[in-house]
């Protein structure tokens, strides 16, 4: 059943923020897309044009932008968190001077936290209180904010503890370009969204280097493998990486121009040093983040990650690029099988 329709606040007016916003404005609701940069503000609002995130896309005048939190936070129930994954903390931080009724946050970024080893919605856990955190949704799955933007059909996935809240959200976004299915498995779908970023970095730097559509399948291949292995010594639910979140999302960022991480990998391979393809790339390139994030977790779990490893040596000790991957391929030599039974036995664990 369709939502009335409401006012929300969108924070974040990158690509995929902008993305979102239109898809609500489509669906009838009122939004507030907040964004730091004024010039950005004024050209949404007398342009109706985002031209650095969505060039050549027309935003209806039901999307408003603001540079103010407060403003864009007034009378809302409902947040969509559209921010890098190392800026989740301090905007949190920033919403809480203006908040205080509960609220439900949908986050839509993709990433893990070094060092704490944190998925997004834990983030949000440690940083805003119970009495204004109402529920977490998670909406993940194979969208290029491109394509969404020009109304090209798009699956995605939400998620969250409390399946209602998930419900609630589905609704609010859900239209006839824009399907969106539930899944109760928040943390495979948090992972499974975090780590396809990794091996779509591995698929650009074999790309860069010129090895062809036979190495990139055996990466998304193995880096499927990969993803599960993890995902599920963490508590995931294997089958999700079957699904949108998992094989669908990993599929569109490894083999899509539109992907940042890939074309990040393809100038790596090129030869370009990280710092330089961060500069050009101009947007949150989360696979680099992330990378060091599941090399330290797959430590901690004792867990075979050997794409993350060698993208770990190469994005983080200089490692050259076409000897790792040449290297990586050399070792992917063991039985297919061996990987399902790891899998396998991790969830039986669980249990």
Known sequence: MANKKEKLAVIGAGSWGTALALVLADNGHEVTLWTRNDL??????????????????????????????????????????????????????????????????????????????????????EEVPNKILKDIVVLSGPSHAEEVSLRHPT?????????????????????????????????????????????????????????????????????????????????????????????????????SVHSRNWRAGNMLGQGQNLEDVLQNMGMAVEGVRTTKAAYQLAQKYHCQMPITEMLYHVLFNNVDAKEAVERLMARLKKNEMEDLVDILSAQMEQH
């Open 40 to 125: 950005q503000k004024k050209e949404i609002n007398r342009k109706h044009e985002n031209s650095k995130y969505l060039p050549g896309i027309s935003l209806p005048e039901n999307i408003v932008a603001s540079t103010s939190l407060e403003e864009a936070l007034e009378e809302v129930g409902t947040v969509i968190v559209a921010v890098p994954t190392k800026a989740i903390r301090e905007q949190m931080r920033a919403i809480l001077k203006f908040q205080q009724k509960p609220l439900i946050f949908v986050h839509v970024s993709k990433g893990i936290e070094p060092d704490t080893l944190l998925r997004i919605s834990e983030m949000l856990e």
């Open 155 to 255: 699956t995605v996935t939400v998620s969250s503890k409390n399946m209602e809240a998930a419900e609630y959200v589905r609704d609010l976004f859900m239209n006839q370009n824009f399907r969106v299915y539930t899944n109760p498995d928040i943390v495979g779908v948090e992972i499974g969204g975090a780590l396809k970023n990794i091996i779509a970095l591995a698929a650009g730097v074999s790309d860069g280097l010129g090895f062809g559509d036979n190495a990139k399948a055996a990466l998304i291949t193995r880096g499927l493998a990969e993803i599960s292995r993890l995902g599920t010594k963490i508590g995931a639910n294997p089958l999700t990486f079957s699904g949108l979140a998992g094989v669908g999302d990993l599929i569109v960022t490894c083999t």
